[in-house]
């Protein structure tokens, strides 16, 4: 089985590393530098945080190699960057500049509609997003070594996040009671192969972390999906969206610590400064969804 | 009949493969608790830091005010660092040099192996049994000095080391199969404490 061999496991291995961390969304090397010091336990690189994709429009693509290069060069915390969905050659150039994980990610404009990265091909590991049990297990049967569930992002709006990773929690639970005959059908309706749906069933949880990301805004957004079941939180436009960033990064990383000790959520709350401004999901026209790209 | 009690193991929890270290904690005869609070600190026999971002944890260890308390815990009790938990114990850590709690003798470099993709496997030994060691973005342990010991070597350079009560490994225990360096970890701590339950 492919999910089990070294390669795979050194790959969910520095996932492991990640967990009850917060990795943050910058776009040079000056935002990674305030990132690290308010201990984000690793930064993506992009060109634009999703709220400004989303704002300009237009196609949008893996970083800029510089930028990335520089950003590297300024932090010692690992480096993800993103690649389009499906934009395998992109993969392999970011493979080649050394970036520590790939995020082949519906917030860029997708380059392939119908194929996801064939992702066990590479060396460096995956994180993608998913709505759902299915598509979370179609993504690590590609290869994936990190799931994070979609959320929208760029919204400032949580609502998402909760619903994919309610659904995939309870999706989890369901698995746990069927009875072998069961599980066929249900791989057979998840769209996803038996073997990773049997591992589901056995363990309670994904062959890989499960992260969350699109949405989170607040240190109680943070905190609230990992309640849900979340072992760490991806935050894009809702730091440097925000009025004072380097206040926010930090108190969303207590937040992600202590999410279970509301007198320590109360303190990362306070005095935060504004947050980024939300967007309501029900009246985004259809086309504007980042989350239903890939499937 | 005087019975040993499983001795209680905290876990920093602040931010890394916590749990990883719990279920192995569990599979060598150690009772896990997770510890986030200065007040934690009270009710455990040892501690283990596990593998995580050391930067993260060291900010948080500054901003809770745990930094103290942990190395005046540290004098008393035995302490093992995985990895960044390494990283933490050391006397001195370059590759950028960074504070620590210095309670180890050791020169750490951060991510000497390189990113991700330098990330490896090894099949070594400890005590005479196969040990599958797993490097993720490892520190390499550049000098172990004073009464330090080296357990276990991996290309010429110390990856598991014991100095007095504190252990240090630059891989994943946690992340492999074998319970062995848990064990010996635990088996540490029940003798360097005195409690005992009749």
């Known amino acids: 089985m492919n999910f089990l061999n070294e390669q795979f496991r050194l790959k969910v291995g520095l996932a492991e590393m990640l967990k009850g961390g917060v990795i943050m969304d910058v776009v040079n090397a000056e935002q990674a530098v305030i990132a690290e010091k308010a201990g984000a336990c690793a930064v993506m690189a992009l060109e634009r945080v999703p709220a400004d994709i989303r704002k300009e429009g237009g196609v949008a693509r893996m ?56 992702k066990h091909d ?55 009671v069927l009875g072998k005959e069961e599980l066929v059908h249900e791989a057979k309706n998840l769209q996803a192969p038996l073997e990773l749906v049997e591992y589901v069933a056995e363990h309670g949880k994904l062959p890989t972390p499960n ?29 440097f969206k925000s009025s004072d960033p380097e206040k926010r990064a930090k108190a969303i990383v207590k937040a992600a610590t202590f999410y279970k000790d509301p007198v320590k959520l109360l303190e990362a709350s306070e005095e935060l400064g504004d947050a980024m401004p939300g967007l309501d999901i029900a009246k985004l026209p259809e086309g504007e969804l980042m989350q239903t790209r890939g499937w | 009949m005087i019975k040993k009690a499983r001795p209680i193991i905290g876990i920093l929890a602040l931010q890394g493969d916590f749990e990883a270290h719990k279920r192995a904690v569990e599979g060598a005869g150690g009772d896990p608790v997770e510890v986030r609070t200065k007040s934690d600190l009270d009710h455990i026999d040892g501690l283990i830091i596990p593998g995580g971002e050391s930067t993260t944890m060291l900010k948080m260890l500054a901003e809770e005010d745990l930094f103290e308390p942990l190395r005046q815990f540290g004098r008393v009790k035995p302490v093992f660092g995985t ?116």
Request: net charge neutral.
């Open chain 2, 83 to 198: 990895c960044a938990g390494a990283i933490l114990l050391a006397k001195e850590v370059l590759n950028p040099p960074q504070n620590s709690l210095q309670l180890m003798d050791l020169v750490v470099e951060r991510n000497a192996y390189g990113r991700q993709i330098d990330s490896r496997i090894a099949h070594l030994e400890f005590g005479g049994e196969p040990l599958e060691a797993v490097f993720i973005r490892a520190p390499v342990i550049r000098k172990a000095g004073g009464d330090s010991h080296v357990l276990v070597s991996y290309n010429g350079d110390p990856v598991l080391v014991e100095q007095g009560r504190h252990m240090a490994s630059t891989f994943h225990p946690e992340l492999a199969g074998g319970a062995a360096i848990h064990r010996f970890f635990v088996e540490k701590v029940s003798s360097s404490g005195k409690r005992k339950i009749a």
């Open chain 1, 122 to 176: 590479f060396k460096v590991p995956f994180v993608c997003g998913a709505r759902n049990l299915g598509e979370a297990l179609r993504r690590v049967a590609e290869g994936a070594a990190m799931i994070r569930t979609k959320g929208e992002a760029g919204s400032g709006n949580i609502v998402e996040a909760v619903r994919h990773i309610r659904t995939i929690v309870k999706e989890m639970k369901q698995l746990t």
């Open chain 1, 63 to 118: 970083s800029n190699i510089s930028v990335i290069r520089e950003i590297m060069r300024s932090v010692s915390i690992p480096v993800m960057a993103k690649v389009r969905i499906g934009h395998f050659t992109e993969a392999r150039i970011l493979e080649v500049l050394g970036v520590d994980y790939i995020d082949e990610s519906e917030v860029l404009t997708p380059a392939d509609e119908e194929h996801h990265v064939a």
């Open chain 1, 211 to 239: 992260f969350s990301a699109g949405g989170i805004a607040t240190p109680a957004d943070a905190a609230l999906v990992m309640q849900l079941g979340a072992e760490a939180v991806f935050v894009g436009s809702g730091i």
